[in-house]
């Protein structure tokens, strides 16, 4: 129904855009006429012959719809063509697109060349999940440089649980003073219960389980800044009841997830158990080790492309993302076990700049040799992940990563891990690196739990 919707709104779009054409025609003397339209389906190396099938890049079937075009001469003088095409491709991994477009351009009798386009594409996932996307366009150059150009369109998606909708529309002038352009941009989303969220120059995703993901704060994009301890606990209040609803780590969570880690013989309770560093430092056989704080922003900074600490420089911010990573290499090749002994170290919120809510949530647990495995879960994906990464027992210093993928790699140290809130770090190579709050997330309502994490 939903591609019935697409195809049948493209076809009315483009059978204007053919109106509008014959009619600026008529009124201009030549008027715009032009262009083609091709598929897409060889986009990433496919080349697919028009009207006929193809295997796309991704494995797939491609079944490409004929595409064509016609001349144009006006009777004022001006020629041009138009066209048309569109069709659908099916990957392997079961998503089926669909796509139709028009363009048209060309050279009225005056001398002004100018173009322009309609089109539409609609994703669909073997889950059900679909994103639709519409958008149109033009542009004009007049005989003396002066070019006019602009665009527009709307994209619109729904899954299970929610929607979301976006629309934008902006363009540029130049001529021979200058060049000015304008954009606005509007996004909302409708999660459960009819949940809006939304507004202008704001990008909104919702996930099933209410979980909204936005920009709406500025954030450093690199490095380190300081944050007082008290706008971190003052945050982690909010951020703690923005998850609490989250299903994640819990035994119906599990059951769902069956691939997801957990220590053998753990209950729900210890998933979300808090560790003290004199409990996790004589686990660990450090009983009487001082703790080592990873204060980002603060005793640990970023500056020049350096890392300092307390002040003395330790390495470049590329030397440093290297020594994670090599931290991360050691608890992914380590042989370990669910049924061995593992201390529960929690379950944390990962949130950016002052933001009060989080779709980022990490369940940590650490072995006798130091090796960090858990789950990382993305609410707004409702998906989840395994971590793997060690501690150094000299730097006392954590690192891991998601899905045994060499990047981001998320670091801490581990005595802020037995905090309530604290810093971390995610390195995304080449130097850049970037400063997050950790909150430390409680153990939502248990009613109705059989008390098994592992289902």
Known sequence: ??????????????????????????????????????????????????????????????????????PVVGPGGGSGTAGRGGGTITTK???????????????TGGGIQGGKYVGGIQV??????????????????????????????????????????????????IGPHGAVGGKTQVGGVAGPGGVRVGGAHAGVASGPYGAVATRSTAVVGRGTYYRPATAIRTQGVYVRQSVAHYPCFRPAWYRQYPGAWYAAGWTAASVWSACT??????????????????????NITYQDNSVYIDGAKVATAEEFTDQAGKLTDVGFDAKVTKEEDWMPLGVFAMVQGDEKTSN???????????????????????DTAPVYGSVDPKTQRAAWTVGGRKLPIYESGIANLTERETTMLVHYGNGRSQQFSFVRVEEPDAKGDDGKAGG
């Open 360 to 382: 980022h949530i990490f369940q940590l647990a650490i072995n006798k040799k130091g090796i960090l495995r858990g789950n990382y879960y993305d609410a707004v994906m409702d």
């Open 124 to 173: 669909t996932g073997p889950g059900g999940r679909d994103v639709t996307k519409v958008g149109h366009g033009g542009a004009a150059v007049g005989p003396g440089g002066n070019v006019v150009a602009g665009k527009g369109g709307t994209t619109v998606g729904s899954g299970p649980q929610g929607s979301i909708g976006t629309r934008y529309q902006g363009g540029v002038a």
């Open 93 to 107: 991994g079961g998503a089926t697109i669909d796509y139709k477009g028009a363009a048209a351009g060309g050279t």
């Open 1 to 70: 129904m939903r591609k019935f919707i697409l195809l049948t709104f493209i076809a009315g779009l483009v059978a204007w855009f053919a109106l509008t054409d014959s009619a600026d025609g008529g009124r201009r003397g030549g008027g715009f006429a032009g262009g083609r339209a091709g598929g897409i389906g060889g986009a990433g190396g496919a080349r697919p012959n028009v009207g006929g099938g193809a295997v796309n890049p991704y494995g797939g079937a491609s079944r490409v719809g004929a595409a064509s075009s016609r």
């Open 277 to 298: 560093w004199n409990a996790c430092s004589a686990y660990w056989g450090y009983p009487s080790a001082e703790p080592i704080y990873y204060n980002y922003g603060d």
